[in-house]
């Protein structure tokens, strides 16, 4: 599965942006998209889930209430909705896939950036 995020860009404090992450290739064993996200001096981190399979959907604590994610099977996109942006949410934000039968997400995006001014 070949993964395209799109849809970062520059925003002010509580502002909104909605990132797209578009896939292709054999996507049916695919159990689960992510996003996660990796700030300059930090190492990568969660940010949230949905499962393929019902839309169950996961979050940090830290964006929850404020980002959604949404699947759309047929056009096989996953989105993270975005508001109230924070400073601190600034970061390359990449999807990712996990399959069915793995432990570990193994398909990432190529990132894109999310810049929070303040």
């Known amino acids: 599965v070949q993964l395209q995020a799109s849809g970062g860009g520059l925003v002010q404090a509580g502002g909104s942006l909605r990132l797209s992450c578009q896939a292709s290739?054999?996507?049916?064993?695919?159990?689960?998209m992510g996003w996660f996200r990796q700030a300059p001096g930090k190492e990568r981190e969660f940010v949230a889930s949905?499962?393929?399979?019902?839309?169950?959907?996961s979050y940090v604590d830290s964006v929850r209430g404020r980002f959604t994610i949404s699947r759309d099977i047929a056009k096989k996109t996953v989105d993270l909705q975005m508001y109230l942006l924070r400073p601190e949410d600034t970061a390359i934000y990449y999807c990712?896939?996990?399959?069915?039968?793995?432990?570990?997400?193994?398909?990432w995006g190529q990132g894109t950036l999310v810049t929070v001014s303040s």
């Open positions: 290739g054999r996507t049916d064993r695919t159990l689960a």
């Open positions: 949905i499962t393929m399979n019902g839309g169950v959907a």
């Open positions: 990712a896939g996990r399959y069915y039968g793995r432990s570990q997400y193994e398909s």
